[in-house]
């Protein structure tokens, strides 16, 4: 079973899980739990227990003030404080792992963050006091979700479940949600499936046989088949390897921390268990992680790998050079039979040379031949002055011509019908003076005459 990597954030920081699976010692101060009752009443036994649970392994350790065993009573949240109070005081600041708490009720949960506890474990699953949830979105602290199926005193008159694990992960989904609603972090959820909490027995083993299923879910899982009932029927009494086998069975479907009571004992277990499901399927790492691993791209140059950086490649056998084709056979010829002339290119007519020299010699073209052209200037009747030409002394304009540009009149020219004076040059005498000057040539001016 391919088993996600997640960390759980905790006020103390974050606890991997995924990389291998945690275990979570069980400190019961109750004096009527169905594996340790009575054993640590006692604050200092209690205490050194703890200590002791720590020494001996364990990753997180969870204290109870109240039984859940089936058919047990309720109590009171004063008679649960009276118990972990004392506890509670002397671990305060005296754990190295982080310290959880295994109640149901807020207000005994918002009195326990102030002696350093981070974790919530609430067996309920929010169905009883939906204030713990609040409790842990305030405190920034880790929270357990359970599955329970109706009341521990209840649990012996319910009917089988048809689909247990579909109905496990739509409550655990439903109760998340609520988390979710009242502020809690999805990163500070954890879920677990509740063995025993109003199941059967076959119902237990389906839950350990098909832990993946709640996966999809999205929560790392928390797997508590400790001394639990199910495993004594199976074993005859003996629920120590009974445990050891429910252990590993959580561990290889899934599991990323397991509760358990014997933590020497489980310890090794679980080592075993996850070297199994490490060899069967690696680790899904985040996606952080995986995009840091993956290999950065070879560079290229041009169309064609850098010398570099070019991949090694096993050295190739020479080619050997085909051997060539046989000749093909020769048909043979019988007296008889005509012998068919082949044609070659000796036989052929030879045909005459072609080149510059064959023919009549062709006249040769130049300036030397024919009548000389006349040449073209001024003089030339046939044409008109060339651009860049100019007159020689004593030429005469001929009829047509136009004067060029930049050719002044001469001395005695008049200036034809429609000429027009140029710029600068002033009115000879008689002519059109200028604007608004009377004529003195005794002709009336044009009356001005408004148009229609």
Do not use: C
Not at 215 to 226: D, K, N, R, Y
């Amino acid at each position: 079973m391919q088993r996600k990597l997640y960390y759980w954030k905790l006020p103390s920081g974050d606890l991997q899980l995924g990389e291998r699976t945690l275990l979570m010692g069980i400190l019961n101060i109750t004096p009527d739990s169905f594996s340790d009752g009575g054993l640590f009443n006692n604050p200092d036994r209690a205490y050194a227990r703890a200590l002791e649970l720590e020494e001996q392994g364990a990753d997180i350790l969870d204290i109870g003030g109240e039984s859940t065993r089936p058919e047990s009573a309720r109590i009171s949240a004063d008679e649960e404080w009276r118990r972990l109070l004392p506890v509670l005081k002397l671990l305060k600041d005296k754990l190295t792992i982080p310290l959880s708490l295994d109640t149901y009720k807020s207000e005994i949960a918002e009195r326990a963050l102030q002696y350093g506890v981070q974790i919530i474990n609430d067996p309920s699953g929010l169905t009883f006091d939906p204030g713990v949830a609040k409790v842990a979105a305030d405190g920034n602290t880790g929270l357990v979700l359970n599955h329970m199926r109706g009341l521990p005193e209840s649990w012996a008159k319910l009917p089988p479940m048809t689909d247990v694990l579909g109905a496990v992960a739509r409550d655990l989904e439903a109760t998340s949600s609520r988390a979710r609603h009242a502020g809690v972090d999805k990163s500070r959820i954890v879920v677990d499936p509740g063995l025993g909490f109003g199941k059967r027995k076959e119902q237990n083993s389906e839950i350990l046989g098909q832990l993946g299923r709640l996966a999809p879910l999205g929560f790392p899982i928390l797997v508590g088949p400790s001394r639990k009932s199910f495993l004594s029927q199976a074993a005859g009494g003996d629920v120590a390897n009974a445990t050891a086998a429910a252990v590993t069975a959580a561990v290889l479907n899934g599991a990323h921390i397991v509760r358990v009571h014997d933590v020497r004992g489980m310890k090794t277990v679980v080592q075993i268990a996850d070297e199994i499901a490490r060899a069967s399927t690696p680790v899904e790492k985040p996606e952080e992680e995986q995009r840091a691993e993956r290999p950065v791209p070879r560079k290229r140059v041009g169309m064609f790998r850098s010398q570099d950086e070019e991949r090694p490649r096993p050295p190739r056998p020479p080619l050997a050079a085909p051997p060539p084709p046989p000749p093909p056979p020769r048909p043979v010829v019988s007296a008889e039979a005509p012998v068919r002339r082949e044609w070659k290119r000796d036989d052929r007519p030879a045909r005459p040379p072609r080149g510059r020299d064959e023919g009549p010699p062709r006249p040769a073209r130049g300036r030397d031949e024919g009548p000389p052209r006349p040449a073209r200037g001024r003089d030339d009747s046939r044409g008109k002055p060339r651009f860049g030409d100019k007159p020689k002394f004593g030429d005469k304009p001929r009829f047509g011509d136009k004067p060029r540009f930049g050719d002044k009149p001469k001395f005695g020219d008049k200036p034809k019908f429609g000429d027009k004076p140029k710029f600068g040059e002033k009115p000879k005498f008689g002519g059109p003076k200028k604007f608004g000057e009377k004529r003195d040539d005794g002709k009336k001016p044009r009356p001005f005459r408004k148009r229609p």
